[in-house]
């Protein structure tokens, strides 16, 4: 079993590099803790743009699509580094990907769809449902149909914790994974 996420203590955790099969990936940090509600596309760009402009006040909380780059750690060989203690307290939803148009190893396929530019971790249903729940606890759906991600919270105390749902929704993968599939094909034919 390939542990994707480890807590390593205050203000550092560590990320596979197995998840893509890349030694280079991007942090990508989502807009709110809970995710998209919708499919809307215009409006997230449109969002992005705005955070986008923010990045650069006093006090700004990471908290727009933010890719932020991600090298393999010479004290954790095989792991990319986060350190969050910039990161301010609170919830982040987040996941890693590939650069963009540029398909990683063990990704997912390129798409012709907003975010499909990048490969994004590709956990197959066997292991998916094989996880033990320490390791659940961080996987995050996404309440729009579009897949799942990584979440945690940083305490007052500066402890990560694990903050997703997937003990509640990984048993009932194989018929989530159907709604998900069906959403990306609506998604790549509205693209043509």
């Not at 449109?46 to 010479?74: C, T």
């Not at 996987?139 to 940083?154: P, S, V």
Request: negative net charge; charged residues 30%.
């Amino acid at each position: 079993m390939i542990e994707f996420i480890k807590i390593i203590g205050k203000d550092l955790f560590l990320l596979n590099i197995d998840m893509l099969g890349l030694n280079k990936a991007q942090l990508w940090i989502g807009s709110s803790p809970d995710g998209p509600t919708d499919n809307n596309d215009e409006r997230v760009l449109n969002e992005r743009a705005k955070e986008e402009q923010k990045k650069d006040l006093p006090g700004h909380r990471i908290s727009g699509i933010e890719a932020v780059n991600l090298v393999v750690s010479e004290k954790y060989p095989g792991w990319f580094e986060v350190n969050t203690s910039v990161w301010q307290e609170g919830v982040y939803r987040f996941n890693i990907h590939g650069k963009s148009n540029n398909e990683a190893p063990k990704g997912t396929p390129l798409r012709p769809i907003r975010d499909g530019q990048y490969s994004w971790p590709n956990f197959n249903d066997e292991y998916l449902l094989d996880l033990p729940n320490r390791l659940k606890q961080f996987l995050y759906l996404e309440k729009n149909n579009a897949g799942f991600c990584m979440r945690i919270e940083i305490t007052s105390e500066r402890i990560i914790k694990p903050a997703g749902d997937g003990i509640d929704w990984i048993p009932n993968w194989p018929d989530i994974k159907k709604d998900i599939d069906n959403h990306y094909k609506e998604k790549i034919n509205l693209a043509k």
